[in-house]
């Protein structure tokens, strides 16, 4: 009679994350190992359960931990005033830095899995729905049924430029150490991981602590300049830090106009413990580190549609690159500024046009310049 309920239970958390031990099964249910075996030997029979999620190591997925965000944008139809109500155009679309990372990804034809947290509401079901549906895991993501999705809200002018945007992502405080902890599992069954600065500082810790021990290679993605203060002071065990010019500013603690101050703050990040580091310009293009210097590459030209997410597509093509083995910095950042141009020319914060061959297309003129 009390089996049925036990067995639901178990069966959540093993959809939950497929990784899970039977130990860790029966630490979480205050059940027997044996009895935590017969409920599975059960599910196995009844075909809910198909075997244990182990991976051949070409299949790892790169696992995203991060936001999954609800974005809107609001633009005006005329020029902008302030403290009136403004006339406006409004579109909603999935963003968040990690999972608009992870959708670039899985059209790269890349593994991918998102670790995030989601909430009850409608916004967080059209998110769940869309990365499945773009062949992104989600299912160790966190589900807080109480909750609001996150969102991102940006106002923009008649003329396209973002004039401020407000950041409602109460819900990532959740992705705390200890659920970090609880999908240790899958983490360690990834290829690569790639975290935004959604995440608490402490959970960030983790993810360095843990690479730092000779885990899976962890990239960092920078979110905005407020959310540095995420980033931990140590960062050993940092494979690839990614950030834009204003972000190493604030991390810097000043402004940092020329080449060479670029060049000082990424030796001092280094003294910090990462090993390397692309800094993200913009149009004009981005420093990746070469052993005590910077290489410079610069930006494709392209007619700019919509700038959102060219800095997620960069990123994740940079990810891709290193994810299939290819240490080379020069070849990720080609391969990240195609990815790039591709999205500012698409209306979209994921370009439809992405696939490897279109990545595939671009030239890395490495020793060249
Ligand atoms: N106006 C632009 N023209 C050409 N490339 C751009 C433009 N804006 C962004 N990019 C590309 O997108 C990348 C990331 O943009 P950037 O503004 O530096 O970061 P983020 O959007 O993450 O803050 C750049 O390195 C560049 O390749
Ligand atoms: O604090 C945050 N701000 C903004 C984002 C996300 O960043 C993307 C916009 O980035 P950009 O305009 O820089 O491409 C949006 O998808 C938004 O949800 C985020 O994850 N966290």
Request: glycine share 8%; net charge negative; proline share 5%.
């Amino acid at each position: 009679m009390s089996e049925l309920p036990k067995k639901e239970q178990l069966y959540e958390l093993i959809r939950a994350n497929p990784f899970i031990s039977q130990q860790e099964l029966a630490d979480q249910m205050g059940l027997s190992r044996s009895a935590v075996a017969g409920h599975i030997a059960s599910l196995i029979r009844e075909r809910r359960l198909l075997g244990r999620a182990y991976v051949l190591p070409d299949e790892r997925p790169i696992l995203c931990i991060g936001a999954a965000n609800l974005d809107r944008k609001l633009r005006t139809l005329a020029p902008l005033q302030m403290g009136t109500s403004n006339p406006a155009g409004a579109s909603e679309t999935c963003g968040g830095v990690a999972r608009n990372i992870a959708e670039n990804l899985a059209r790269l034809g890349a593994p991918t899995a998102l670790l995030t947290a989601l909430g009850g509401d409608a916004a967080s079901q059209a998110l769940q729905a869309h990365a499945e549906a773009a062949g992104i895991d989600m299912s160790g993501s966190l589900k807080l049924h109480g909750m609001a999705s996150g969102t991102y809200t940006a106002v923009l002018d008649a003329g396209g430029e973002m004039v401020l945007a407000l950041a409602d992502m109460a819900l990532y405080e959740q992705l705390s150490p200890a659920f970090l902890a609880s999908r240790a599992p899958q983490r360690s069954a990834a290829a690569l991981v790639a975290a935004d600065l959604n995440l608490p500082l402490d959970s960030v810790a983790l993810l360095l602590a843990e690479a730092r021990s000779g885990g899976v290679p962890l990239v960092i993605v920078a979110v905005s300049q407020p959310k540095m203060a995420r980033l931990p002071l140590d960062l050993r065990g940092l494979q690839l830090l990614i950030l834009n010019r204003g972000e190493l500013e604030t991390r810097a603690g000043r402004a940092l106009p020329t080449e060479a101050d670029v060049r000082a703050a990424c030796l001092e990040l280094q003294s910090q413990g990462v090993q390397d580091i692309i800094v993200t310009c913009g149009a004009a293009g981005v420093y990746h580190t070469i052993p005590g210097d910077l290489h410079w590459m610069p930006a494709h030209e392209v007619d700019v549609v919509d700038v959102t997410g060219a800095g997620d597509a960069f990123a994740a093509a940079v990810c891709w690159s290193l994810a299939q083995g290819d240490a080379d910095l020069t070849q990720a950042c080609a391969r990240g500024l195609q990815a790039a141009a591709l999205t500012l020319q698409s209306p979209h914060t994921v370009s439809p046009a992405l696939s490897a061959d279109a990545i595939a297309s671009a030239v890395h003129h490495a020793g060249q310049e």
